[in-house]
T-cell receptor, first 112, second 113 residues
Framework: GDSVTQMEGPVTLSEEAFLTINCTYT??????LFWYVQYPGEGLQLLLKATKADDKGSNKGFEATYRKETTSFHLEKGSVQVSDSAVYFCALEAGNNRKLIWGLGTSLAVNP | DAGITQSPRHKVTETGTPVTLRCHQT?????MYWYRQDPGHGLRLIHYSYGVKDTDKGEVSDGYSVSRSKTEDFLLTLESATSSQTSVYFC????????????FGPGTRLLVL
């Protein structure tokens, strides 16, 4: 069945460091791919998404490119800030049932 | 921000008691979802709804029931709460179009003693 695998955390970085959080998926067809972010004590919110191969989603300095050849959707940011400390979830939507398949989340802590 | 509220936001209850959580939306979205979030398990879908009175099970539906009598409200009921249902519960909504965003509520923290 469909699945999402993302790198385990926690990830700890210093401010202004480069961030990569790996996400790979297994799905039939052409899924839509998402990154959500959850700040402490809050619900999840969409960070970015891509709905077809080679699309790049971007928001708040974060980017991810839908790579069908490697079934990946890695999240990157060139220079993280303390305010980026959160849990990041990769997810996919495959088929027509409008359900998301979720990765387990990666916790990021950015130190000043 | 999408108009989604959850009530209550926090609840402590005892094993064996019934509990109902409410999700209310003002966006007129067709799809509504209930998730639970637990350490080490990420988000797991409990039930979802694709219209008034139209619901279906998710991956962890045992011990839970849902109802949707109006577009704006989606209720999650724990018929007889157990300690394993201690969790944070999130409601989400979406328009139901392919590739569309799910918008999340602020969550309900439930402790079953």
């Amino acid at each position: 069945g469909d699945s999402v695998t993302q790198m385990e955390g926690p990830v700890t970085l210093s401010e202004e460091a480069f961030l990569t959080i790996n996400c790979t998926y297994t799905a039939t067809g052409y899924p839509s791919l998402f990154w959500y972010v959850q700040y402490p004590g809050e619900g999840l919110q969409l960070l970015l998404k891509a709905t077809k191969a080679d699309d790049k989603g971007s928001n708040k300095g974060f980017e991810a490119t839908y790579r069908k050849e490697t079934t990946s959707f890695h999240l990157e940011k060139g220079s993280v800030q303390v305010s980026d400390s959160a849990v990041y979830f990769c997810a996919l939507e495959a088929g027509n049932n409008r359900k998301l398949i979720w990765g387990l989340g990666t916790s990021l802590a950015v130190n000043p | 921000d999408a108009g989604i509220t959850q009530s209550p936001r926090h609840k402590v209850t005892e094993t064996g008691t019934p509990v109902t959580l409410r999700c209310h939306q003002t966006e007129n979205h067709r799809y509504m979802y209930w998730y639970r979030q637990d350490p080490g398990h990420g988000l797991r879908l409990i039930h979802y709804s694709y219209g008034v009175k139209d619901t279906d099970k998710g991956e962890v539906s045992d011990g839970y029931s849902v109802s949707r009598s109006k577009t704006e409200d989606f209720l999650l009921t724990l018929e007889s709460a157990t300690s394993s249902q201690t969790s944070v519960y999130f409601c989400a909504i979406s328009s139901g179009q392919g590739g569309e965003t799910q918008y999340f509520g602020p969550g309900t923290r439930l402790l079953v003693l």
